[in-house]
């Protein structure tokens, strides 16, 4: 069936430092692809996305190729900073329906 | 980006009371959502709608009802609230056609 996995957190890091949350995914036809992140006390964000093979989407700072070969979705960023500290969840849509199915979330971990 | 709003933020509440999760939104979206967060931060869909009179069970078995009587409404009620009903409850909306899912802040519950 339809799964997302990704790496177990927490990461931590120093600011300026090279971030990169790997995801993976199972489906069945062609789904889109998010990250969404989580800071303290909040729902859930939108990242970015993207909606096919070698799409890359963008934010913030923040990247992620959509590789169709490899069905991964990893999620980069060049330089963190103390304000990145969150948890990031990867998510795929699920099958030909509207739902999203997440993976169990990584905590990023920032220091100055 | 949605509006979407959830009311409480936090509740403490005593077991075998009855709450109501309130959750609206003010873009118009047609399709909502309710997740449950547990501490190991996983999210669970626990129901969904695709329109008024529209309720469907999520992934998750719950215990809660919901009911779509309005497009901007989709509250959230425990009959008889127990300790492991204890969780973050999340609520997100989406608009036809599309796959983005936008999150409201959440309602933390505590059932003693």
């Known amino acids: 069936g339809n799964s997302v996995t990704q790496m177990e957190g927490p990461v931590t890091l120093s600011e300026e430092a090279f971030l990169t949350i790997n995801c993976t995914y199972t489906a069945t036809g062609y789904p889109s692809l998010f990250w969404y992140v989580q800071y303290p006390g909040e729902g859930l964000q939108l990242l970015l996305k993207?909606?096919?093979?070698?799409d890359k989407g963008s934010n913030k700072g923040f990247e992620a190729t959509y590789r169709k070969e490899t069905t991964s979705f990893h999620l980069e960023k060049g330089s963190v900073q103390v304000s990145d500290s969150a948890v990031y969840f990867c998510?795929?849509?699920?099958?030909?329906?509207?739902?999203?199915?997440f993976g169990t979330g990584t905590r990023l971990q920032v220091f100055p | 980006e949605a509006d979407i709003y959830q009311t409480p933020r936090y509740l403490v509440i005593g077991t075998g009371k009855k709450i109501t999760l309130e959750c609206s939104q003010t873009?118009?979206?047609?399709?909502m959502y309710w997740y449950q967060q547990d501490p190991g931060m996983e999210l669970h869909l626990i129901h969904y709608s695709y329109g008024v009179n529209s309720t469907e069970k999520g992934d998750l078995s719950s215990e809660s009802t919901v009911s779509r009587i309005r497009t901007e409404h989709f509250p959230l009620t425990l009959e008889s609230a127990r300790p492991s009903h204890t969780s973050q409850y999340l609520c997100a909306s989406s608009p036809s056609g599309q796959e983005t899912q936008y999150f409201g802040p959440g309602t933390r519950l505590l059932v003693l």
């Open positions: 993207a909606t096919k093979a070698d």
């Open positions: 873009m118009g979206h047609d399709k």
């Open positions: 998510a795929s849509t699920l099958g030909y329906t509207d739902k999203l199915i």
